[in-house]
């Protein structure tokens, strides 16, 4: 439980940090302010989830086993960053959400580009 309530903290620093510090670049502003982008970003970092999964050391089991693990923990890891980009977008905009206002759009992009640099640096 821990290490969730750590994971929604660190995603939602990372959704902070996209809001107030990747909005004044011009390319993401032109790139990620859509949400035909913002999927595709999704689907990478799911995708990486489960590729990621494989090295995991409670991927244990048969190969089924194994397959039902990796796509688990790539899923859970995006809906761990997409909470976090939306409790950044919540904090941002003094306790009001909505998924049309960029500013989710930039949270996410956040938290999957800071969560994949954070996956890739070796424990």
């Known amino acids: ?29 032109k790139t990620f302010n859509n949400k035909q982008n913002i999927i595709y970003l999704s ?10 999964g494989q090295y995991d050391e409670g991927n244990v089991g048969d190969a089924s086993d194994r397959i ?5 923990y790539g899923i859970g890891n995006y809906i761990a960053c997409f909470v976090g980009a939306v409790i950044a977008t919540f904090l941002a905009n003094k306790f009001k959400f909505s998924f049309n206002n ?15 640099i954070l996956f890739l640096i070796p424990v």
């Open 102 to 116: 960029k500013l989710f759009y930039y949270a996410l992009f956040g938290s999957i580009s800071f969560g994949t």
């Open 68 to 72: 039902f693990y990796q796509i688990g």
């Open 1 to 29: 439980m821990f290490d969730v309530i750590l994971s929604l903290i660190i995603y939602t620093i990372f959704g902070l940090i996209g809001i107030f510090l990747l909005k004044k670049i011009n390319f993401v502003k």
């Open 43 to 52: 689907i990478f970092f799911i995708v990486f989830g489960f590729f990621l």
